[in-house]
């Protein structure tokens, strides 16, 4: 288990070491990111090549701008749809997508927002087939 920034130096060494990540979680992350899709594609890189797994929980998009404030969120969630196209940007396969219980969501300020789980795969195979069949057409 390596717990720290995404994008730390320590973080880094330490999953590159080990040839990438077999489970990378990224909890209530994106929101707070300046560029998610940066964000992203940093946490597809941590997974291990060849079927590595890309968890994330965020927000779904939502109005409640005191809680961004309070909260120094960068962006109000983000919708399912917008979430599986950041997630298909970087390669991540089979994608799902689900919304959390919100008895799992504790008694904190974000409680009455409703969270989503996003699950994918890194497959490098895949998308270099992937690839090939987008450059055919």
């Known amino acids: 288990l390596v717990l720290g920034e995404y994008d730390g130096s320590e973080v880094l060494r330490s999953i ?6 077999d489970v990378v979680v ?5 929101h707070h990111a300046p560029k998610p899709a940066r964000a992203m594609q940093a946490l597809f890189n941590l997974a291990k090549p060849h079927g590595g797994a890309v968890c ?5 998009a939502h109005d409640d701008l ?4 309070k909260e120094a969120d960068l962006w109000q969630g983000f919708d399912p749809d917008t979430l599986r196209s950041l997630a298909e940007a970087t390669g ?3 994608i799902t997508i689900r919304r959390l219980p919100r008895s799992w969501q504790g008694d904190g300020p974000d409680r009455n927002l ?8 890194r497959d490098e195979a895949a998308r270099a087939c992937n690839e090939k069949e987008t450059r055919k057409r």
């Open 56 to 60: 994330v929980i965020d927000y779904e």
């Open 92 to 94: 991540l396969s089979g």
């Open 114 to 121: 409703v969270w989503q789980l996003l699950v994918g795969r």
């Open 16 to 21: 590159t070491d080990r040839g990438g990540a």
């Open 26 to 30: 990224a909890a209530r992350v994106l």
């Open 66 to 69: 005191a809680l961004c404030e």
